[in-house]
């Protein structure tokens, strides 16, 4: 197969990449399963934008403190001056956000954020603005989405991209040339037992990139959040949004106990707070009192996180729920530049599983739908600045199908070699 622009992944990032790149280009977007299932989907609390210019200095530090002034600060710049923009072009796709009476957007807040900067949708902002962006791809008679289908490896030579390897539903391996490449393929919830995000979500443009020498940044750099429903079956951990303790929601340590932490501080510091806390009094989780949001609000702002509390048996509406920690976003990933670009040729990446440093060493609430699509819109202008000088009588030979006979067999050491990097680096900094 050949094409113009390969995008790895459909979640947020590689849906906008797409959208922002001409129609005269063939596009080949792929996903691992349906469309749908990307940890986009799943965004609940919303989506930050400044709000005015006295916001700039505000949203700037709020970022810097939660990545504890690790971040990247020109990375940081260019995601809060571009956000009034990214917004624009989602309400322009007829993404909706929550409005006053009066039709202006209404804010609200979560932890970190010392103002209200956050647009959102219900209790379900990731599914309103994926949705409305795969209408428009699905419109696109430039761009193939193609389900079910997984990059399993790169197509590559001297540092330089040219496609990549991809199998389907049927385990056909076949290889994909294209001028440049797009990895937008998400975080890492897939490797661990216990987190907020899709299982098949590992990483898999890590490995690639591992086995291909191109940088990694901060794999180490993992956020546990704080509060997902506590459930004793062995599923998808249920993220109950920052913005619920945004809105007034408080923890306690026992079902009519104390409260041992502001809830509003960032969240690596929360999640340390109960892990002491529950280590402490020996138990495997703790409570969140919802009922301060008042009934109405909860109804209101949080439905679908109410439906599911009643649906485990827990009514918020008049007792606290059990909460309890799981991983939930990886702020490392591809070292890339300001343009999305890998330390690889033709290579670019975006989204989560990418790493231009702007959360720092922990991500700030909302900050993540923004990050990816203020990215994927630029890894997509500056492909199309790139000229490619191969072809495809040249790089057929990179294809070399005795090296995919066991896909699974693949996979799984893909998964070893990133969590043995993520463990590298964690002891190099003991
Ligand atoms: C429960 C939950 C709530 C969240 N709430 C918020 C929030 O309120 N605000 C916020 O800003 N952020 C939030 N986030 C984080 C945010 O949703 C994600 O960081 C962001 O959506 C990532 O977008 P993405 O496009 O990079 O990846 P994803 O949306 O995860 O998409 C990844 C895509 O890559 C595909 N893929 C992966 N590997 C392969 C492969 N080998 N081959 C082919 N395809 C592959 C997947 O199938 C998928 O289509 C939340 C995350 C979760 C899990």
Redesign the pocket.
Known sequence: MNTDIII???????LYAALNLPEEKNILI????D?P???????????CMMRNEADYEPFFEDTMKAGHYENNKESVDIMIRSSQDVIHDLIGYGVEFERDKNGELLFTREGAHSDYRILYHEDI??EEI?SKLLDQVKQKENITLMEY????DLLEENNTCYGIVASDKENHVFPIFAENVLL????I?GLFSHS???P???G??LAVCLKHHVELLHPDYIQIHPTTLYSSKPERAF?I?ESVRGEGALLYNKKDGERFVNELLPRDVVTREINKQMEKDGTDHVYLDMRPIGKEDILNHFPHIYERCMEEGYRPLEEPVPIVPAQ??FMGGIKVDRHSKTTMEHLYA????SCNGVHGANRL??????E?LVFAKRAALHMLQQKNDSNQKEVSSLFHQEQYTDKEKLLEEYHTLVKNEIERIKKSHE
Not at 149 to 152: V, Y
């Open positions: 790895v992944g459909c979640g947020v990032a590689g792929i996903t691992k399963s469309a299932s990307s940890d986009s989907y799943l965004a609940q609390g919303g989506i902002t990731g994926t289908t997984t990059m399993i937008a393929c998400g975080g919830g907020t995000n899709f098949h979500l590992t898999d443009g993220l949004s939930h976003y975006a989204g989560e599983t609430a909302s900050n993540s739908l923004l990816s």
